[in-house]
């Protein structure tokens, strides 16, 4: 017969056979005639005792209100299955302060007995976190409490009124209104404004008695029950956003001593320094620093903050007119206008621009004629000059580098002129610069009024001679060129000489040479001719000598590498003996026996290893008998060899 099992709620779970154990719960049903139903049913009363305790796996099959108890180290606390999902059940402990709850967990409660007050543990904190009731013990409300004040046309407000032993000191609203004290009675609260409202603040929201803000608040609305934005601190540094007007004549001053004012007098504006001297002004100009000075107002001087610094004016932005009795000044640019006064003093800087003006003398004649570069005028303290069409007699020496035209006559007591005009030297006419026709160039060639020189050497640069002799003069180290012509025979690279006699001609070793000969037979044999046969034969012995001669020669090369033909080579002829350039060419093969076998072995009275035997003859080698004939030649290989360095040089193969 089945058992019906139903729920506390009286609807059924399972129907339970004969026989049959249900797994559908996280509790093994045991139906009847089940065999060995104890160790089921014992196993059932563990878990409901120990509320299916297991570290962070729920059971698996729940029931609503069923209990877990989670055995993991951060949630070892029950919870219950809601239908849906398991909720985690609070753990109170009951103690008071001194004897707080040891090892809690993240959302174990405590019940503080001693202040009655309710706690939650916080993990990221590790601190208990009151719950409530904000209160202190032995004193009257102190806590910030929600509550509704209603104003006085009967409309409720939401506000947050904050207690201090049992006192209200301030209110949190979000509204402005009068409360009615007769519906919501708060002392000294008549007036709420949006914000935090201190006790016995009025409608303009100055507050009497003592209730303060004790600290520094961001911003002040009033000060002293004027708006904070009509006041400056005079102790602080203040930055003067706005515009401020200062609508008194006597203006302000500054400084400790009011040293600087700032004043007017009727419509004249001043500014003073009431205890010095000096009035400084200035602006941040480049390299300026921490002293901004640019103009100093020193006693009764205006003045520049140091010497050489300040312009007056610009190129683009100038003066009109400046007035003054002395002006101390460089004048760089231009100077435009009347000078009426006298220039006293030295002028040391040169007068550079463009200079348009004339200089003119009072009955408006030119004295300096600028556009032609003129002097007009004696100049009276001009020692060295001339006139330009007078008589001018010179004393002392003068030298004239560039090209004079003097049109006046000029006398000169004594000087050597270098000149293209006729002039009179000592009452004597003298031209320079005329060209010498026939004439001896020696001592007569000296002037009688300069009998004194001594003749030296004679030295020209270049001479044109022609129908003229050269006699007991020896010609060196100069060239004669092409197209110069002796006895009326041409010399030159192009138009050689065939016939040229010279009756004294030596060389440079001494020798005398009557003839030049180029007809190639040399027929004379003596060391007057040039060239002579003996330096034919040295140029023909010295020519053969250096003409290169080839080796060649073949070699058998079984075996040998370049270093071994190189070698061999060395040995029939020596580099050291021959001309850098001479190649040596090697042609080299072998012959060997080719009857099976790469070579065969030399009989003679023992078997040893060979080429084979000349002429051939049968060897019996193993249990064969074969010819050792030599009937093959191996390829021929080409070596190239050449003289460098006085050594061979291999350079390939040919």
């Known amino acids: 017969m089945a058992y019906q099992i139903d729920k506390t709620d009286g609807t059924t779970l399972v129907q339970l056979l004969d026989g049959v154990v249900d797994t559908s719960t996280?509790?093994?049903?045991?139906?009847?005639?089940?065999?060995?139903?104890?160790?089921?049913?014992?196993?059932?009363?563990?878990?409901?005792?120990?509320?299916?305790?297991?570290?962070?796996?729920p059971p698996g099959k729940p029931l609503i209100g069923q209990l877990w108890f989670d055995k993991n180290?951060?949630?070892?606390?029950?919870?219950?299955?809601?239908?849906?999902?398991?909720?985690?059940?609070?753990?109170?402990d009951v103690a008071p302060v001194t004897q707080q709850p040891s090892a809690p967990k993240e959302g174990d409660m405590w019940?503080?007995?001693?202040?009655?007050?309710?706690?939650?543990?916080?993990?990221?904190?590790?601190?208990?976190?009151?719950?409530g009731p904000e209160s202190v013990t032995g004193f009257g409300k102190t806590k910030w409490e929600t509550d509704v004040l209603t104003d006085t046309g009967g409309t409720d407000h939401a506000v947050v009124i904050g207690y201090s032993d049992g006192v209200a000191q301030a209110v949190m609203s979000t509204d402005t209104f009068t409360n009615d004290q007769a519906v919501t009675p708060l002392t000294d609260f008549d007036h709420i404004g949006v914000g935090i409202n201190m006790k016995g603040t009025n409608s303009d929201g100055v507050t009497s008695g003592t209730s303060r803000f004790f600290g520094t608040a961001t911003d002040a609305d009033r000060l002293g029950g004027r708006l904070a934005s009509t006041w400056a601190n005079r102790n602080d540094n203040e930055e003067i956003t706005g515009s401020w007007a200062f609508?008194?004549?006597?203006?302000?001053?500054?400084?400790?001593?009011?040293?600087?004012?700032?004043?007017?007098?009727?419509?004249?504006?001043?500014?003073?320094?009431?205890?010095?001297?000096?009035l400084k002004?200035?602006?941040?100009?480049?390299?300026?620093?921490?002293?901004?000075?640019?103009?100093?107002?020193?006693?009764?001087?205006?003045?520049p903050y140091a010497a050489n610094e300040v312009n007056l004016g610009?190129?683009?932005?100038?003066?009109?007119?400046?007035?003054?009795?002395?002006?101390?000044?460089?004048?760089?640019?231009?100077?435009?206008?009347?000078?009426?006064?006298?220039?006293?003093?030295?002028?040391?800087?040169n007068t550079v621009g463009n200079n348009q003006g004339n200089v003119v003398d009072p009955t408006n004649n030119v004295v300096v004629d600028v556009a032609n570069k003129e002097f007009h005028g004696?100049?009276?303290?001009?020692?060295?000059?001339?006139?330009?069409?007078?008589?001018?007699?010179?004393?002392?020496?003068?030298?004239?580098?560039?090209?004079?035209?003097?049109?006046?006559?000029?006398?000169?007591?004594?000087?050597?002129?270098?000149?293209?005009?006729?002039?009179t030297v000592n009452n004597t006419?003298?031209?320079?610069?005329?060209?010498?026709?026939?004439?001896?160039?020696?001592?007569?060639?000296?002037?009688?009024?300069?009998?004194?020189?001594?003749?030296?050497?004679?030295?020209?640069?270049?001479?044109?001679?022609?129908?003229?002799?050269?006699?007991?003069?020896?010609?060196?180290?100069?060239?004669?060129?092409?197209?110069?012509?002796?006895?009326?025979?041409?010399?030159?690279?192009?138009?050689?000489?065939?016939?040229?006699?010279?009756?004294?001609?030596?060389?440079?070793?001494?020798?005398?040479?009557?003839?030049?000969?180029?007809?190639?037979?040399?027929?004379?044999?003596?060391d007057s001719i040039l060239p002579t046969q003996k330096a034919i034969k040295t140029y023909v012995d010295n020519a053969i000598a250096n003409v290169s001669q080839d080796v060649e020669f073949f070699l058998d090369t079984k075996d040998m590498t370049v270093a071994d033909v190189k070698g061999q080579l060395e040995r029939l002829a020596p580099p050291g003996n021959l001309p850098a350039g001479t190649n040596a060419r090697i042609l080299g093969s072998y012959y060997y026996a080719n009857h099976g076998g790469a070579f065969f072995q030399k009989y003679t009275t023992a078997i040893r290893t060979g080429i084979g035997y000349i002429g051939g003859r049968s060897v019996t080698v193993g249990a064969g008998t074969s010819t050792d004939l030599l009937n093959k030649k191996s390829s021929t290989t080409g070596y190239l060899f050449r003289v460098v360095s006085n050594d061979w040089t291999y350079i390939g193969t040919i």
């Open 314 to 349: 610009s190129p683009s932005f100038y003066f009109r007119s400046i007035y003054a009795d002395d002006v101390y000044a460089n004048v760089i640019g231009q100077l435009v206008g009347n000078v009426t006064g006298n220039v006293t003093g030295s002028v040391t800087g």
């Open 378 to 423: 004696t100049a009276d303290l001009v020692v060295d000059g001339m006139y330009l069409s007078n008589n001018q007699t010179v004393t002392g020496t003068k030298t004239f580098a560039g090209s004079q035209v003097f049109t006046g006559g000029i006398t000169v007591n004594t000087a050597a002129l270098t000149s293209n005009a006729a002039v």
């Open 281 to 303: 002004l200035g602006v941040n100009y480049a390299g300026s620093g921490a002293d901004k000075t640019l103009i100093q107002l020193i006693d009764k001087n205006i003045l």
């Open 247 to 278: 609508k008194n004549d006597n203006g302000f001053t500054v400084g400790v001593d009011d040293e600087l004012k700032v004043s007017i007098d009727t419509t004249i504006a001043q500014i003073w320094n009431q205890s010095g001297t000096v």
């Open 429 to 526: 006419l003298q031209a320079d610069n005329v060209l010498l026709s026939k004439g001896v160039i020696g001592r007569t060639a000296i002037p009688a009024q300069d009998a004194s020189r001594n003749l030296t050497s004679l030295i020209i640069d270049s001479v044109t001679i022609r129908t003229s002799d050269i006699e007991d003069a020896n010609i060196s180290a100069g060239n004669i060129h092409n197209g110069t012509t002796l006895n009326g025979v041409s010399i030159g690279p192009t138009q050689p000489a065939t016939l040229v006699r010279f009756d004294n001609l030596r060389d440079n070793l001494g020798t005398n040479i009557t003839k030049l000969s180029r007809d190639g037979t040399f027929g004379e044999n003596s």
């Open 111 to 131: 019940w503080d007995t001693t202040n009655n007050k309710l706690y939650g543990w916080t993990n990221d904190g590790a601190a208990w976190l009151l719950i």
């Open 26 to 57: 996280d509790l093994k049903l045991v139906g009847r005639n089940v065999s060995g139903y104890g160790d089921a049913q014992n196993e059932n009363f563990v878990r409901l005792l120990e509320n299916f305790a297991k570290a962070d796996t």
């Open 73 to 92: 180290a951060d949630k070892m606390r029950p919870s219950v299955f809601d239908g849906v999902r398991w909720r985690n059940m609070g753990i109170v």
